[in-house]
C-alpha cells in the first residue's frame, strides 16, 4: 500500500464513516450523484483504503475562510 | 399583445427528432412535382409545377389551393418528387459508412455475436442515463472502431469485404463501385432490434431512410421569388436548384424508359446525386459548389442556416429591435448621475406609447397637433382595435377630433422617461442600468463621468445604445431593478463602482486640504454644486475647506479611515475633522467613506452625496483653476544634485557588478544562471535608482503643484510620470528583461560589442523634458511598439478567454443552503467563496468585525 504524499500543499484527506456518510448526505438534502468526484487512483487518496461510492472529507487551508471543508465522492477511472 | 388575443390550444410537450421516411414525406406533400416548368404564358404558376399554388403563394391576389389562404394566412405547403433512381443524403454518409462497415454484407446483422450485442446497448443506454448523450456518443464511436474490421460474419458466416468511402457519396467494395439502391438493399436488411447499438431509434430513424428514393420540396413560401423592375422574375437560390433536379430526374426517367446504354444511365445518376447534395449542402468539399449564371454559389439550405449570418446566428440569436438608439457620447457633470442626455434628434424619433385617459388627453392632443416634426410631439396613434395611424399635417385634425379614452398615442420621448443605457461589451450587469433621459441639444449621448467606471466608457469615440421600454411593466422593472442608485455597490468586490475621477478628486483634494474661503463665495460654489440647504455651513466670514465639504454629509455621519498618504481622516457628526478627501475616500473601487455612507444611509441618500461630492469637486476647480505648468517639472538644484549623485551611484554598482562577473566572482541565484543573475541585479539596481529619485522629488517640493496635487490625490498619473517627466526616464523592459536584441552582440551599432553597460541595454537617463539622445529615443520606440502590439493582441484574447468562463458559470448560483450548485444541482462549493460571505454586503470582500462590535456597543449604551 502506497503512503498519500506528505507534503505542506497536500490538505488532509480523510474517509467519512458510514454513519458521517449519511449525516453529509442528509444535511445537503442529495445523493452521491450530486458531489464533486475524485478519482479512486488519486495519489492522495491512496492508503485511506478507499472503495467507489465513499466520501473523502479534505480540510484545506482557505485564504478567505481560514480553513474550509470540502467533500469528494470517490469514483473509479471507468 | 397577440397572447391576449389568442388561447393557448397547443403546448409543446416534447420534441422528437427522426429521419423523413418517404411514406411520411408523401403524406405531409400536398403536391407531387412533374415538371421542372414554372409558369405558363400569362404568367400564373403551371400545375405540377415548382410554384405550384398548392405548395402556398407568394403572389397577394392568388389563394392557396390547399388551405384557401392567401399570402399572409397560408403557411406553405410541402411537395415531392419521386426520384427515378435513389441517391445518398450528403450529411447522413458518415453514418451509411459506419453502418455498412459494421453489418453483414449477407445478413445484415453487426459484426459481433449476440451475447456482445446485448452487452455493448447495455452499456450504451447506462452511459447515456449517466453521463449523457455525448458520452454515449463517444461509447459508440469507441464500439464502432472495435468491430469494423471483423472479417467473417458470427452470424451467417459470409466474408467480409472491405469498404472504402471515396467523398463525397460514393461507397466502394473492394474493387466494385455500391450503387445507392445496394447500399439502401444492405440497410434495410439491419435488423430493428440491433439498431440501438449505433445508437439509432428505429421507430423514428430507420437507417435506409438515409438513401433518397422522394425528395420533399420545400414550400413556395420559403423560396419566394422577385418581380424585378423590369418586370422580370427572378427566382430564389432553392428554386433554382429544384429545378435542375425535376429536369435531371425527368432526363433520367425518360432514359430509363427507353432503354438506354448503362454508361448514359449511370451519368445522368451520378448527376442527380450532385444536385440533391448541393442542394442540401452546397460546400461540400470534393463538390464544385453549384453557382449562378454570374458565377456566384448559389445558397442552399446549409448555407441558410449555418454561420453568422445564417438563420440561426443572425436571425433567431441576432435580432435587432425598434426604439433603440445608438450614438458618441461626450461627459456632462452637470446632469445627474442617473440621467442620460439624449440629442432632440434622437428623442423626436423614440416614442414611449401613452393610453388616453380624462387626465392626459388635453396635452395629448397636443402633443398630435405638434406632430411627428415639432417637439414635443407624437408620431402614432393606435386605435382601440389596434389599428395604427401616423400622424400627418393632413390628419393632424381629424385625429384630435376622434381620440378618447383607450387610443393609445405614441408620444416623443420627454424629460424624466425612463430609458435602459447600455455599453458593450456588456460584461456584467453594470453595463446596462436605467436612466431617466433628459432631451439636450446636438447630438452626442450624454452621461455623467461619474458612471463612466461600471460602463467601463470613456469618451474618446465610444458609442453607447439606448433603449425605450414600451409597456407599463418594462418601465417599473427597469426603475426598481435597473436604476443606477441600485447598482453602486459592485457584487464582485463590496465597493462602490460609481464615484469620483479625475478632476473630481482633486478638486475636493484642494478643497479640504487648501481652501479658506469667503462665506458667500462657499455658498455659491456649493449651490453651484447642488446643495440648497446652507444652514449647516458656519456663519462666519471666512469658512475653512473642510467645512464647506461637511456641508454635503449627513448630520449624524460618522467615519474614521485613513487617507492615500496614510494619514487619519476622521468624520464625527457630519463635520469633516481632520484628514484630507481624496481617492481613498471618494474614488471608484477604492473610496471607503462611499461604501459607509451607503451602509448608513441606503442607496437614495448615497447617490445624491456622490452627485453632489463629484459636482463639488469640479466647481471648486471651475472657481481656482487647475493647470499643469512645465514647471511643475522643474527641479530644485539640490534636487538635481542628489539625483545625479544617485543616478552615477547606480552606475558605478552596474559596474562593480560587470566587473565581478568577468572576473568570475559573480554567485549565481538559485535556478538561474549567472548571465540571469547579472541581469536581474542591473535591473534591481537601477530600477532601484529610479524610485530613489521619486522619493527625493517628492521630499524636495516646497509647495504642491497642480501635477504633484493630481498624484497625491490619487486623480491621475503616479510619482513615476513625474520622475520620467524631471529626472530620468528609466530603464526600459522588454518581456521584463534588458534590451537584448538587435546587431549581433550589440543592440545598436553604437555600442561595441559585448557591452553590459546600461545605456547600451535601452537605460534612459534623460528625462523627458531634457529630451532624449537617439538611442534613447530608439529604445524607447521598441518598449512602445511592443506594449501597443501587446494590448492590440491581448484585448481579443482576454476577451474570448473572459467570454468562455462566463458562458460556462453562467448557471452556477448560491442556493439556500449557501452551497454552490449547477443546473444540474451537483454541488461546486459546499459553503460560497468557502466563507459563505455575500461580497456585496462586505467592504471589499472583508467583514469589519471590530467595526460591527463597536458600533453595536455604541448602539446599546
Redesign the interface.
Known amino acids: 500500500m502506497k503512503k498519500p504524499i506528505k507534503h505542506v500543499l497536500v490538505p488532509e484527506h480523510k474517509k467519512l464513516s458510514e454513519k458521517e456518510k449519511k449525516a453529509l448526505l442528509e444535511k445537503?438534502?442529495?445523493t452521491i450523484?450530486?458531489?464533486?468526484q475524485i478519482l479512486k487512483t488519486d495519489p492522495a487518496i491512496q492508503g485511506l483504503n478507499a472503495k467507489e461510492g465513499d466520501i473523502i472529507m479534505i480540510k484545506r487551508n482557505?485564504p478567505?475562510?481560514g480553513e474550509?471543508?470540502?467533500?469528494r465522492v470517490v469514483v473509479s477511472s471507468e | 399583445m397577440n397572447a391576449q388575443k389568442h388561447e393557448v390550444y397547443k403546448k409543446i410537450d416534447a420534441i422528437q427528432f427522426g429521419l423523413l421516411s418517404p411514406k411520411m414525406i408523401e403524406k405531409m406533400a400536398a403536391v407531387r412535382v412533374i415538371t421542372p416548368e414554372l409558369y405558363d404564358e400569362e404568367g400564373y404558376p403551371v400545375d405540377g409545377g415548382l410554384m405550384d399554388t398548392r405548395m402556398g403563394v407568394i403572389d397577394p391576389g392568388l389563394k392557396c389551393k390547399t388551405c384557401g389562404g392567401s399570402l399572409k394566412e397560408c403557411p406553405g405547403h410541402f411537395g415531392y418528387i419521386t426520384l427515378a433512381k435513389p441517391v445518398i443524403h450528403i450529411k447522413f454518409v458518415t453514418v451509411i459508412y459506419d453502418l455498412l462497415k459494421c453489418t453483414c454484407r449477407e445478413c445484415g446483422r453487426p459484426l459481433v455475436d449476440d451475447r456482445k450485442i446485448k452487452m455493448y446497448i447495455k452499456q450504451i443506454e447506462h452511459v447515456q442515463k449517466e453521463k449523457g448523450i455525448e458520452a454515449a456518443k463517444v461509447k459508440i464511436k469507441e464500439i464502432i472502431s472495435k468491430i469494423k474490421d471483423t472479417k467473417v460474419c458470427p452470424h451467417c458466416g459470409a466474408k467480409q469485404e472491405k469498404i472504402i468511402l471515396e467523398k463525397p457519396t460514393t461507397f466502394i467494395e473492394g474493387d466494385r463501385k455500391l450503387s445507392p439502391i445496394e447500399v439502401r438493399a444492405r440497410l434495410e436488411k439491419i435488423r430493428d432490434e440491433d439498431l440501438p447499438l449505433f445508437g439509432i431509434n428505429p421507430e423514428t430513424a430507420r437507417p435506409e431512410w438515409m438513401v433518397l428514393t422522394l425528395l420533399p420540396i420545400p414550400p413556395v413560401t420559403m423560396r419566394p421569388s422577385i418581380t424585378l423592375e423590369s418586370g422580370e422574375r427572378s427566382e430564389d437560390d432553392l428554386t433554382h436548384k429544384l429545378g435542375d433536379i425535376v429536369r435531371i430526374n425527368q432526363r433520367l426517367q425518360e432514359n430509363i424508359i427507353a432503354g438506354a446504354p448503362e454508361l448514359i444511365i449511370e451519368d445522368l445518376w451520378e448527376l442527380l446525386q450532385y444536385h440533391v447534395t448541393t442542394l442540401i449542402d452546397n460546400n461540400v468539399a470534393q463538390l464544385p459548389p453549384a453557382r449562378h449564371r454570374s458565377g456566384q454559389p448559389l445558397k442552399t439550405l446549409t448555407e441558410r442556416i449555418k454561420s453568422k449570418h445564417g438563420r440561426i446566428r443572425h436571425n433567431l440569436a441576432g435580432k435587432r429591435t425598434n426604439f433603440s438608439a445608438r450614438s458618441v457620447i461626450s461627459p456632462d457633470p452637470t446632469i445627474e448621475l442617473n440621467e442620460v442626455g439624449v440629442p432632440f434628434v434622437m428623442a423626436t424619433k423614440l416614442t414611449v406609447p401613452e393610453r388616453v385617459t380624462e387626465e392626459n388627453i388635453e396635452y395629448l392632443k397636443q402633443y398630435i397637433k405638434n406632430g411627428p416634426k415639432k417637439y414635443p410631439g407624437a408620431n402614432y396613434v393606435i386605435r382601440p382595435d389596434g389599428k395604427k395611424r401616423r400622424i400627418t399635417d393632413e390628419l393632424k385634425e381629424e385625429i384630435i377630433e376622434e381620440i378618447e379614452p383607450g387610443y393609445i398615442v405614441e408620444r416623443h420621448l420627454l424629460d424624466g422617461d425612463i430609458v435602459l443605457f447600455n455599453r458593450q461589451p456588456s460584461l456584467h450587469r453594470m453595463s446596462m442600468m436605467a436612466h431617466y433621459a433628459k432631451i439636450l441639444p446636438y447630438k452626442t449621448l450624454r452621461l455623467n463621468p461619474a458612471v463612466c467606471h461600471p460602463y467601463n466608457a470613456d469618451f474618446d469615440g465610444d458609442e453607447m445604445n439606448l433603449h425605450v421600454p414600451q409597456t407599463e411593466e418594462a418601465r417599473a422593472e427597469a426603475e426598481i431593478l435597473m436604476n443606477v442608485n441600485t447598482q453602486i455597490i459592485s457584487p464582485r468586490y463590496g465597493l462602490s463602482v460609481m464615484g469620483c475621477i479625475q478632476d473630481s478628486i482633486s478638486g475636493n483634494y484642494l478643497l479640504t486640504k487648501y481652501l479658506k474661503l469667503p462665506r458667500k463665495e462657499a455658498v455659491q460654489i456649493l449651490y453651484e454644486a447642488g446643495v440648497e440647504d446652507m444652514s449647516k455651513l458656519p456663519h462666519k466670514k471666512e469658512v475653512s475647506g473642510k467645512e464647506v465639504f461637511s456641508v454635503i454629509l449627513p448630520n449624524d455621519f460618522t467615519y474614521i479611515g485613513t487617507s492615500k498618504s496614510g494619514e487619519k481622516v476622521i468624520i464625527e457628526n457630519g463635520k469633516l475633522k481632520e484628514g484630507v478627501i481624496d481617492k481613498s475616500s471618494i474614488g471608484v473601487e477604492s473610496g471607503l467613506m462611499l461604501r459607509s455612507l451607503h451602509k448608513k444611509y441606503g442607496k437614495e441618500r448615497t447617490f445624491k452625496i456622490i452627485g453632489q461630492i463629484s459636482k463639488l469637486g469640479i466647481v471648486v476647480l471651475l472657481h481656482y483653476g487647475m493647470t499643469n505648468l512645465i514647471s511643475d517639472s522643474d527641479l530644485s538644484e539640490e534636487a538635481k544634485k542628489e539625483i545625479q549623485e544617485i543616478l552615477s551611484k547606480a552606475e558605478q554598482k552596474v559596474d562593480e557588478l560587470i566587473k565581478e562577473y568577468k572576473d568570475g566572482k559573480l554567485k549565481p541565484l538559485p535556478g538561474r544562471t549567472i548571465e540571469d543573475t547579472l541581469e536581474s541585479y542591473i535591473m534591481e539596481a537601477l530600477n532601484k535608482a529610479r524610485n530613489e529619485a521619486g522619493e527625493v522629488i517628492e521630499r524636495n517640493t516646497k509647495e504642491e503643484t497642480s501635477t504633484l496635487l493630481m498624484i497625491k490625490s490619487g486623480a491621475r498619473a503616479k510619482i513615476l510620470n513625474l520622475v520620467q517627466m524631471s529626472a530620468v526616464v528609466g530603464q526600459q523592459a522588454l518581456r521584463g528583461k534588458r534590451i537584448n536584441y538587435g546587431y549581433f552582440g550589440r543592440t545598436l551599432s553604437h555600442f561595441k560589442k559585448n557591452d553590459l553597460s546600461p545605456e547600451s541595454h535601452g537605460f534612459i537617463k534623460s528625462s523627458f523634458k531634457q529630451g532624449l539622445k537617439p538611442t534613447e529615443f530608439f529604445f524607447a520606440a521598441i518598449t512602445g511598439r511592443d506594449s501597443l502590439m501587446d494590448t492590440a493582441l491581448r484585448t481579443p484574447k482576454s476577451g474570448y478567454l473572459y467570454r468562455r468562463l462566463a458562458n460556462a458559470l453562467q448557471d452556477v448560483k448560491v442556493e439556500y443552503d449557501n452551497t454552490v450548485r449547477d443546473s444540474n444541482n451537483r454541488i461546486i462549493q459546499f459553503q460560497y467563496g468557502e466563507d459563505g460571505i455575500d461580497v456585496s454586503k462586505s467592504e471589499g470582500g472583508i467583514l469589519n468585525v471590530k467595526r460591527i462590535i463597536e458600533e453595536h456597543l455604541a448602539k446599546s449604551k
Open positions: 445537503f438534502n442529495i450523484k450530486e458531489l464533486p482557505s478567505t475562510a474550509s471543508i470540502y467533500y
